[in-house]
């Protein structure tokens, strides 16, 4: 029987996601077309990509990178975009059936809310968004009927190991696992020195640069527990952090009667990609299947909120609500920049990152105007704790 192929815009084409996105979609093209591709900086990735895929659009962020697309491109086979809009357009056009939301940080909030108020399949992998606009996000997906699947790999665990219908019927609680990255044991006074190259060079996944210096100062567990707060309607109480250093396990859901159901597979984000594309399907994602004879054992620990007090900073954020998660997200992305940059120490994150939330304080949601705005405020402010410690 020949089936409609689903039509899909990749946001952030060009990163890790991105990336492990369009190789899903590669072994798959009975399945699905891509209509849109964004890049922001690497036009040469984002040319190959357009050549192999043929989308109809694809997004850049100004006159400069539009120019270099099309020197890239000998044959333009498809309208270049330019601007943040373009991208809520690509999320929310009509021809659009999937959205994956691989954007890094709150730059890619605008269009998952497009996508989301669009009514669309929503593949969120961009957790800043949820961090920064819970309220509105959830309310957007409720409100258009829109699908929203997780692709985190911890809360695509979680959607998996939870009552079909997603309900809570019969949940007690939510073991979100953390690898404890690469500085998981390592003492204090070498976390005070710890470099770039070493905060990047996570153990167990491949990532973009931010996410990958977000795990090693356990930022990305307090990201994701706010995030599952959202997505699952639960509070943070009933969310317990756990070590799990080998990664085969990406979540699990406690059950009153006694039962846990964890998700496992090797640590290779295809698996959740796939997931999320094929929904309610299965497909073939690529990735190398677990091999039990070999895993040698599973560890597990609790998290240090001494060595790691990003953590404690995340929990705090969501129990006091309001904005307080989108000024911990914005500290969180400008000091992250500065110690890629070499500007500042890797335990300045969190000493940023607390001063910006202490001093910024805290408002009722309102609008996404207000959100992006208490965003700027938060950047400027972290912009001069950084400036006094450069
Ligand atoms: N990588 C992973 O395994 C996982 C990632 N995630 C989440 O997914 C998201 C993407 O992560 P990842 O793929 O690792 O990140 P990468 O840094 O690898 O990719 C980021 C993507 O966003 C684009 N981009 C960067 N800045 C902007 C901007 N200001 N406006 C528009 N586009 C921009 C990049 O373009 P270009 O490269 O052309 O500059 C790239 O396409 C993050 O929110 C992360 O937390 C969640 C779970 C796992
Ligand atoms: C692959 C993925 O979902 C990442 O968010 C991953 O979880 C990072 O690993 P940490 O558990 O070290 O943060
Ligand atoms: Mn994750």
Redesign the pocket.
């Known amino acids: 029987m020949m089936t409609t192929r689903q039509r899909v815009t990749v946001l952030g084409a060009t990163g890790s996601i991105g990336q492990s996105t369009l190789n899903v979609i590669g072994q798959h093209p009975d399945r699905f077309t891509v209509f849109a591709l964004s890049g922001h900086a690497n036009m040469a990735q984002l040319a190959l990509d357009i050549i192999r895929f043929k989308p109809q659009f694809a997004v850049v962020p100004n006159d400069t990178r539009y120019r270099q697309l099309l020197e890239l491109l000998p044959n333009r086979n498809c309208d270049i975009l330019i601007g943040e809009q373009a991208l809520a357009d690509v999320a929310s056009a009509a021809q659009v059936d999937t959205v994956m939301a691989a954007i890094v940080g709150a730059a890619g909030l605008k269009s998952a809310l497009a996508a989301a108020h669009a009514g669309k399949k929503l593949l969120l992998a961009n957790k800043e968004s949820m961090v920064v606009a819970g309220a509105l996000l959830m309310e957007a997906v409720a409100k258009s009927q829109a699908l929203l699947l997780p692709i985190?790999?911890?809360h695509n665990a979680i959607f998996q190991c939870l009552p079909a219908d997603q309900s809570q019927a019969g949940v007690d609680s939510i073991l979100l696992?953390?690898?404890?990255?690469p500085f998981r044991q390592t003492p204090m006074e070498q976390l005070l020195t710890a470099t770039p190259e070493q905060a990047i060079a996570?153990p167990?996944?491949t990532?973009g640069r931010k996410?990958s210096v977000?795990?090693a100062s356990?930022m990305?567990?307090g990201l994701?527990l706010i995030e599952a707060c959202w997505l699952f309607s639960v509070p943070p109480e009933k969310i317990e952090v756990v070590v799990h250093p080998q990664?085969v396990i990406h979540s699990m859901v406690r059950y009153i009667d006694g039962s846990v159901l964890a998700q496992m597979g090797s640590?290779d984000?295809r698996t959740p990609i796939s997931y999320g594309l094929a929904y309610p399907d299965r497909i073939v994602s690529g990735s190398a299947p677990l091999e039990f004879s070999q895993l040698l054992q599973l560890q597990f620990d609790q998290p240090d909120r001494v060595r790691f007090p990003c953590l404690r900073l995340a929990e705090e954020a969501m129990a006091e609500g309001g904005t307080v998660p989108a000024v911990l997200n914005a500290a969180n992305e400008m000091s992250v920049a500065a110690f890629l940059e070499g500007d500042i120490g890797f335990m300045d994150i969190p000493r940023i990152n607390e001063q910006v939330m202490t001093r910024l304080g805290r408002s009722p949601v309102e609008s996404i105007d207000q959100l992006l705005e208490v965003d700027r405020a938060a950047r400027a402010q972290a912009a001069e704790q950084i400036k006094a410690l450069r």
């Open positions: 985190d790999s911890e696992t953390a690898s404890g990255g996570h167990t996944w990532m996410i977000d795990s356990l990305n567990k994701e990664s640590p984000m």
